[in-house]
């Protein structure tokens, strides 16, 4: 048998909306793309979403648009992938690293509220695997800090404190004490690559919530700004008879979605709901099957949280790197691929040469080091998760 660890799950649906798009003359940003920013919107209950070409750049422009740069400080969590703490590094900030709480794959509350310092603009908490982090812990704690706040712009200033920008690359469809991902931060950043729930090949998303006293279409139009060169009309606006004539504003980015990867995402948003519960059912048998003292799972439902049920995460408790890294390859022989999520940023060699050691990070450093992520997405069979739990406890047990 053959399981690779994450393919994308395309239909014919997704095939008809692409075809019906290259033969609609409109394949770059246009009336797709503008439609899917509407449902993403409209599916985090939000005012509004910007559709752009990964959740980096999602990330990048938000920290554009709060004006953070040189400077500054931005905190995110040791554990993660480079994508969360590459960002800050673009546009000039600090990056600060923050450790797990203990036994935790999520970043440790109490040691973000000891970092935060005058210099501190933003805090990325990552929502890993499809979890959401304990948001009301973050603002309560960024709150708590509010007095060294420094605004250096506009928005900053509204805001009035640290903005918290969620990397929610893995929480498209997650819920917290009954609100979306999407909802819950001031920024949310979505990843749609190839390998996430809900794909366009490579895309991404920011929602925010509204911000009294911003107007909603100016933060909008910010984004459309940074993504396209700073060009005050897009290519759609340009189409109009004799509307030929644009301005160049500033020097900004090129990283907008085309609406060939919009049209991937409308039909996928369309299946999203069967998607999801088809994750669920996975892990739930997973679950089932995988509970014992010898191992640890990423628990991915609670009284007050759901996930997008986006990686199934399995410590092997006691073990260490040498051994994971054995019932990986053992899994392999069986045919069944298997990853490892993360490798602590400070562990990395861009990290090393910021001065980042890993010795700061205990806590990050023990979940990383029995850790190993099981297959699950939408194409795996029933018979094909059974394999998978059977080989998986036969190697390891």
């Not at 992938?81 to 794959?105: E, M, N, P, Q, R």
Request: aromatic letters at 10%; glycine letters at 6%; one cysteine or more.
């Amino acid at each position: 048998m053959h399981i690779p660890f994450s393919p994308p799950d395309i239909t014919q649906l997704e095939i008809d909306e692409v075809v019906n798009t290259l033969k609609s003359g409109w394949i770059t940003t246009g009336p797709k793309t503008k439609l899917f920013e509407k449902k993403i919107a409209e599916y985090c209950n939000t005012s509004k979403a910007v559709c752009l070409n990964s959740a980096t750049a999602a990330m990048e422009m938000t920290l554009r648009l709060l004006g953070i740069g040189e400077g500054d400080e931005v905190i995110t969590s040791a554990y993660t992938y480079s994508a969360s703490a590459s960002v800050i590094h673009h546009v000039g900030a600090k990056i600060v690293l923050v450790d797990t709480a203990k036994d935790s794959f999520h970043i440790d509350y109490e040691q973000l509220e000891k970092v935060i310092t005058e210099k501190t603009k933003a805090v990325i908490p990552v929502d890993i695997a499809g979890v959401m982090c304990d948001y009301d812990r973050v603002f309560e704690v960024i709150n708590r800090k509010k007095d060294l706040f420094n605004p250096s712009n506009k928005i900053q200033k509204v805001i009035g404190r640290v903005a918290v920008i969620a990397d929610a690359a893995h929480s498209f469809g997650a819920t917290y004490k009954g609100r979306k991902s999407g909802q819950v931060a001031d920024f949310t950043c979505f990843s749609f690559h190839a390998v996430k729930n809900l794909t366009t090949a490579e895309g991404g998303a920011v929602t925010w919530r509204d911000i009294p006293g911003i107007d909603n279409e100016e933060i909008y139009k910010e984004y459309m700004l940074l993504s396209l060169h700073g060009q005050s009309k897009d290519a759609l606006a340009k189409t109009k008879a004799g509307a030929w004539e644009y301005d160049i504003v500033y020097p900004a980015y090129k990283c907008n979605m085309t609406d060939i990867m919009a049209a991937i995402g409308l039909a996928q948003l369309k299946r999203y709901l069967k998607i999801l519960e088809r994750r669920k059912q996975i892990i739930e048998m997973y679950d089932k099957s995988l509970l014992s003292d010898k191992v640890d799972v990423l628990k991915h439902y609670g009284n007050d949280f759901s996930s997008s049920g986006h990686l199934y995460l399995v410590r092997l408790l006691g073990k260490d790197e040498e051994y994971r890294n054995r019932v990986i390859e053992k899994m392999a022989e069986k045919g069944i691929a298997t990853n490892v999520h993360y490798k602590p940023l400070p562990m990395l060699t861009a990290y090393k040469k910021l001065g980042f050691d890993i010795k700061d990070y205990p806590n990050a450093f023990d979940m990383y080091k029995n850790e190993i992520t099981l297959p699950l997405h939408t194409l795996l069979t029933d018979e094909q998760v059974e394999y998978v739990i059977d080989s998986f406890k036969e190697i390891f047990e």
